[in-house]
């Protein structure tokens, strides 16, 4: 039986994560080889920065609990994606000055995820339904993979052409733009305000609930293995091809392969694929990520571009969609909504053990490649281990 098709609501509200997915497709191609570039390849001072951001972002979204009694979710919705916004300003407006500021950049970074993504998470549990919120996420990276095909190809050529740091700042003033799209494009949404406040701390002391426990495993592990992937891939390439170009071409490449495979996914998708596709999703990237870390070669490279550039966007669409029909079951007096909110804090953990796990290797090992070898086996291992968790607990809801 087919979904129903979405609103008009959940129309315009996919057409702002759209935006937003493409604004971030856009930059973060290369935003850690630029931040590596201005701080004279130290890796370090970017990682420190990632977890500010992170640490940020947990803070904003909780924040939005309390503003969300003050200023519609539509004005939250439009501060994140503002701030956001701020983080490319300030990098273009600095420039050559910019080292001093690497690290307090995160903050700006975490500040806009943060509303945006508390705004986005809400709105999603009330316009759009549990049908359909697969095919949503879908959608979403799909419009996030178009405009990173041509744009990391072109990219990586202006970064080679012009030399410095010129090709950068051309991304980056693109990313704004889409970031202002979006922020236009609210208006199309009707907000809401509440008067309860959220009791955060209740679900997150909550024990013995299989759905609560199992939305916080996935909710950790997608934090974990995120970071590290956005943070060491686009690094270990840059490592094995020491050429932005070729990344960039590799990268439009992937883009192309996960905007076939993200439409083909919205059209096919139902409920009951769930725990099949995300099998399929965990044991390729296991398998690639081991891979990887034996064979650091320009073949094998390649191989995980088009393999994670099939397989990757099923496993965001399916565990995104999983938290929210995880979150309409825990009950125990708790909203859906307490449940999205508060799914932020394992999520955050994930990201701040993720960095300080990536911090603490290159620190203790010989090289940096070595290092980049570990995390992609403990990445791979966190595949797998979430998959068997939940599929203990709750079956990956198969037969709900």
């Not at 809400?122 to 359909?132: A, C, R, W, Y």
């Not at 990586?156 to 700042?169: Q, T």
């Not at 980056?172 to 955060?200: D, H, P, R, V, Y």
Request: proline share 2%.
């Amino acid at each position: 039986m087919y979904n129903k098709p979405m609103t008009s609501k959940a129309k315009f509200l996919l057409a702002v994560a759209m935006l937003f997915s493409a604004g971030n497709s856009v930059a973060s191609t290369f935003i850690n080889v630029f931040l590596m570039r201005t701080t004279d390849n130290s890796i370090t001072l970017v990682i420190w920065q990632s977890i500010l951001n992170y640490l940020i972002l947990l803070i904003a979204f909780v924040s939005g609990t309390r503003l969300l009694s003050k200023l519609s979710i539509t004005k939250i919705f439009r501060l994140g994606i503002i701030a956001q916004a701020l983080y490319y300003v300030i990098i273009l407006v600095m420039r050559n000055n910019l080292l001093p500021f690497i690290v307090p950049l995160g903050i700006f970074s975490g500040l806009g995820q943060g509303l945006y993504w508390f705004s986005l998470n809400l709105l999603i549990g009330d316009i759009v339904t549990e049908d359909n919120q697969a095919k949503f996420f879908s959608y979403q990276q799909m419009m996030g993979f178009i405009f990173g095909i041509l744009v990391p190809a072109l990219s990586g050529f202006l970064i080679v052409r012009m030399g410095g740091l010129s090709g950068y700042y051309v991304l980056f003033a693109i990313s704004i733009f889409l970031f202002l799209f979006g922020i236009f494009l609210i208006k199309n949404i009707s907000g809401f305000k509440t008067e309860n406040k959220m009791n955060i701390l209740g679900v997150l002391t909550l024990r013995g609930n299989r759905y609560w426990d199992s939305n916080a495993i996935l909710s950790f592990s997608m934090g974990f293995k995120g970071v590290l992937n956005s943070l060491i891939f686009v690094l270990f390439a840059y490592l094995i091809f020491k050429n932005e170009s070729t990344m960039g071409n590799l990268g439009s490449f992937q883009a192309i392969l996960s905007a076939i495979s993200s439409l083909i996914f919205a059209h096919i998708f139902q409920k009951s694929h769930t725990r099949a596709m995300y099998f399929i999703t965990c044991s390729l990237s296991f398998l690639t990520f081991v891979l990887l870390a034996l064979f650091a070669n320009p073949i094998m490279m390649i191989a995980g571009y088009i393999i994670f550039g099939i397989i990757q966007s099923w496993g965001s669409a399916i565990a995104n969609a999983m938290n929210y029909r995880l979150s309409t079951r825990g009950g125990n007096g708790f909203s859906q909504r307490e449940y999205i909110v508060a799914s932020e804090f394992p999520i955050a953990l994930g990201r701040v053990l993720g960095l300080l796990l990536a911090l603490l290797l290159t620190q203790i090992l010989p090289s940096a490649l070595t290092a980049y070898r570990f995390l992609f086996i403990a990445t791979g291992l966190m595949w797998m281990l979430e998959f068997i968790i939940i599929d203990y607990k709750v079956k990956w809801l198969k037969n709900d």
